[in-house]
């Protein structure tokens, strides 16, 4: 499985920019698919979930201002981010996991297998 992100870039605090990632040698519908970030010094944390029977999960920073959607037509999932701050600069990815996951809690970070190259998302002005 292949995943891979585009999207990023530089962006004004209150702006908004939309990701996305793709996958190829696989089915969307086989799998979750989490969105992670590492800013600049720190650890790689999870940002949102979209999981392959619905389920969504945002950690309570980007709540009400991120969302996550899943096109199995086109095998894409986008991060929309909106109201960004300063502190969403990070380089952002894309990961997957199959079904031998499901009963892992969806912030496992070491379940998701499958990673993109990642996008960086600078938001200053």
């Known amino acids: 499985l292949r995943l891979v992100e585009s999207g990023g870039g530089s962006v004004q605090p209150g702006g908004s920019l939309s990701l996305s990632c793709v996958l190829s040698?696989?089915?969307?519908?086989?799998?979750?698919v989490g969105w992670f970030r590492r800013a600049p010094g720190q650890d790689r944390e999870i940002v949102s979930f979209?999981?392959?029977?619905?389920?969504?999960n945002h950690i309570e920073s980007v709540k009400g201002r991120f969302t996550v959607s899943r096109d199995s037509a086109t095998n894409t999932v986008y991060l929309q981010m909106s109201s960004v701050k300063p502190e969403d600069t990070a380089v952002y990815y894309c990961?997957?996991?199959?079904?031998?996951?499901?009963?892992?809690?969806?912030?496992?970070?070491?379940?998701?297998?499958?990673w993109g190259q990642g996008t960086q998302v600078t938001v200053s002005s």
């Open positions: 990961a997957a996991r199959g079904v031998e996951a499901v009963y892992v809690p969806w912030k496992r970070v070491e379940s998701f297998t499958f």
């Open positions: 040698g696989g089915e969307l519908q086989d799998f979750d």
């Open positions: 979209a999981g392959r029977g619905g389920q969504i």
